[in-house]
């Protein structure tokens, strides 16, 4: 009996822990994401002023180079574009992609769906660097945010599992 209800004990304290880190895991995944979109928009500046491929192409192209969080955004919507435009697509592959980015982060990238496709490439690429300087701004946010509760998250997982062992026993 002392041996199932040790075992449940630290089946508890192990599983509040990992909850606390997976909170935490979240913080550092958003920067990675906020990061590898910044790279992937460069990415897509550079070939849309050198290279002039559609606009399609290059977001497969992207879709390759690029994390799974984000090559989705990229990959549906290029899939998308087949049916409407360049701005609807990324608008709608935005709002249903499942990454560790916040809301106002989508909606700072969701600016981009105004001139993708409808403008000179000089406009176009104005507009990504504008996106780019806020992403830089939200990547410096979720780095603050990250160095302030990742630790935070990782203790309360531990300690809130030492509290119930605690009142359990």
């Given at each position: ?7 449940i004990?630290c ?9 606390g ?14 990061e590898?979109?910044?790279n992937?928009l460069n ?5 849309m ?9 290059i ?8 994390k799974?969080s984000i ?5 549906d ?13 990324w608008?709608d592959?935005?709002n ?6 916040k809301?106002?982060d989508?909606?700072?990238l969701?600016?981009l769906h105004?001139l ?18 806020f992403l ?12 302030k509760n990742e ?10 599992g030492?509290?119930?062992v605690?009142i359990?026993m």
């Open positions: 009996m002392i041996l199932i209800k040790g075992s004990l089946l508890i304290l192990i599983s509040s822990t990992f909850i880190i997976l909170i935490a895991k979240s913080y550092k995944n958003r920067v990675s994401d906020l590898e979109m910044k992937a990415i897509l500046k550079t070939k002023k050198f290279t002039y491929e559609p606009i399609p192409d977001f497969r192209q992207i879709s390759q180079n690029t799974s090559s989705g955004i990229f990959l919507a290029s899939q998308k574009m087949k049916n409407t435009s360049a701005g609807e697509a608008q592959a935005l249903s992609s499942k990454t560790y980015m809301e106002e989508i909606n700072i969701n600016g105004k993708l496709g409808k403008t000179d490439i000089d406009g176009q690429i104005s507009e990504i660097e504008l996106a780019n300087s830089d701004r939200q990547i410096h946010k979720a780095i603050k945010e990250q160095e630790k935070l998250y990782k203790t309360l997982g531990m300690i809130t030492l509290a119930i605690i359990l």
